[in-house]
């Protein structure tokens, strides 16, 4: 029977391209398995008066190229496998992008629609508190992921910064702050921006331009509603999207800003003038020339390979494409840019972010957007070369970028002691 559990795919993944890769059997055996498995449960008084006890997670996988470093997902869903996939994936996000981090990941398992904002602020303060030592500016940095924002980042970091001696000098604790509390510019349309720069690079190899792409895009949260309005800047016909609320479809292109309006009005895109709405199913099937998932998981399956239209799928969230589809979508020659190079975007303005902290900075708008692009662009070179020496997948290619900078620092360093 074919697992959607997301551990076992990322297991998958990293057992390919090790043996792709020839990876050293130490080297393999380290990196099969989180470092730290931290699981803390704890109380959070609610607006009725009563308590009630969360789980949150965080899961530090490998810090060999510095500290970990990952987002804090907040969902119903959230499970210490689905954690343990985010935070292995960010380890080979971080060496692919060759930034000075290892890879982390944590969440809170509740739905935060279902919180007022005060719930929500004693939750994430409680959880920060319950964290304690377990992050830090120079050994854990947390940062927004599904269902939280930079609200909550800003949250983290105050709570550290009251908890912890000399934490009032460390805001870099924590990436993806609002601007007025230390965050970076750009940092809010990051993954959006990478997505498109991502996007950009790929068509011009054959000669295309953004401008001549219809597309499709499933979410329209911070990932969906920037690479929405990122791309529609460019000149892209942004003909669909999806999210919580249903899908929706205008052919001749709809308007990210207007559409975020309705969104912030309605709760949702349904409803969205001028639009026609679509079930889930149709949604994969409408006629775009690239498929953006930037919402949850396994949604491109197996059952949804025959309707895809799309000859390009940019992996906007993490982990939208399993491992049965994606090999019959390569057979028909649809291109896949996988999720750990295409929604690096966020975790490369974070490095920015993290740096302007350190040196007490604030870099220009041009300035983040121009380094994300060539920090974007030096990657995306990198595994095409690699694609084209191994002869495999885009995704084999960015694990091999990965993995080879892993075992070189490894084979220089050795393994403690
Ligand atoms: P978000 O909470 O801001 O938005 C999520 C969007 O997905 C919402 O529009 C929601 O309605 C939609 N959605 C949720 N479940 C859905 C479903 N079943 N069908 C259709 N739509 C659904 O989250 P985000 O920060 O935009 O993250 C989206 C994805 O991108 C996640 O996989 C996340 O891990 C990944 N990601 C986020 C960042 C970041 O900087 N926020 C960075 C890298 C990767």
């Not at 043996?19 to 080297?27: C, E, F, I």
């Not at 985010?86 to 982390?104: D, E, S, V």
């Not at 990478?194 to 790929?202: D, K, Q």
Request: charge should be negative; glycine fraction near 8%; aromatic fraction near 8%.
């Amino acid at each position: 029977m074919v697992s959607n559990n997301l551990y076992e795919t990322a297991q998958r993944q990293f057992e390919r391209a090790a043996d792709l890769v020839d990876l050293p059997v130490a080297y393999r055996t380290i990196l099969s398995s989180p470092k730290n498995e931290i699981i803390v449960n704890f109380p959070v008084l609610m607006d009725d008066g009563a308590y009630r006890l969360f789980r949150g997670y965080r899961i530090q996988h490998n810090n060999l190229l510095g500290p970990y470093k990952g987002g804090i997902r907040f969902s119903e869903y959230v499970d210490l496998d689905e954690v343990k996939a985010l935070a292995t994936w960010m380890t080979w996000k971080t060496a692919l992008m060759g930034l000075p981090f290892g890879g982390a990941k944590g969440g809170i398992t509740m739905d935060p629609r279902m919180h007022s904002r005060d719930e929500l602020r004693r939750i994430v303060r409680r959880f920060t508190h319950a964290l304690g030592n377990n992050i830090g500016p120079e050994h854990d940095i947390p940062a927004p992921d599904l269902g939280s924002n930079a609200e909550a980042m800003v949250w983290m970091m105050d709570t550290y910064a009251n908890s912890v001696d000399g934490g009032q000098n460390v805001k870099r604790v924590v990436t993806g702050k609002t601007v007025e509390c230390g965050g970076s510019v750009g940092r809010d349309k990051a993954t959006g921006q990478g997505v498109a720069f991502c996007l950009a690079h790929h068509l011009e190899l054959s000669g295309r331009a953004v401008s001549d792409v219809s597309i499709a895009i499933q979410g329209f949260g911070n990932v969906g509603e920037h690479t929405a309005r990122v791309l529609t800047a460019m000149g892209a016909r942004v003909i669909a999207i999806a999210d919580m609320s249903g899908a929706i479809e205008c052919s001749d292109g709809l308007d990210p800003e207007s559409l975020w309006f309705h969104v912030n009005k309605t709760g949702g895109v349904v409803g969205y003038p001028d639009s026609r709405e679509l079930s889930a199913d149709e949604f994969f099937s409408v006629d775009a020339d690239v498929l953006i998932p930037a919402a949850i998981e396994n949604q491109i399956t197996v059952d949804r390979v025959e309707r895809i239209k799309a000859s390009i799928i940019v992996e906007a969230a993490n982990g939208p494409t399993t491992p049965e589809a994606e090999l019959q979508l390569i057979e028909r020659g649809v291109e896949i840019l996988p999720d750990i190079i295409a929604n690096a975007g966020g975790v490369v303005v974070s490095y920015f972010e993290w740096i302007q902290n350190k040196m007490s900075q604030q870099w220009s708008l041009a300035t983040v957007d121009e380094e994300l692009r060539k920090l974007m662009w030096d990657a995306c070179d990198r595994v095409e070369e690699r694609r084209l020496a191994l002869r495999c997948s885009r995704r084999d290619a960015a694990y091999a970028v990965a993995l080879d900078r892993l075992r070189t620092v490894y084979d220089q360093r050795g393994i403690f002691p």
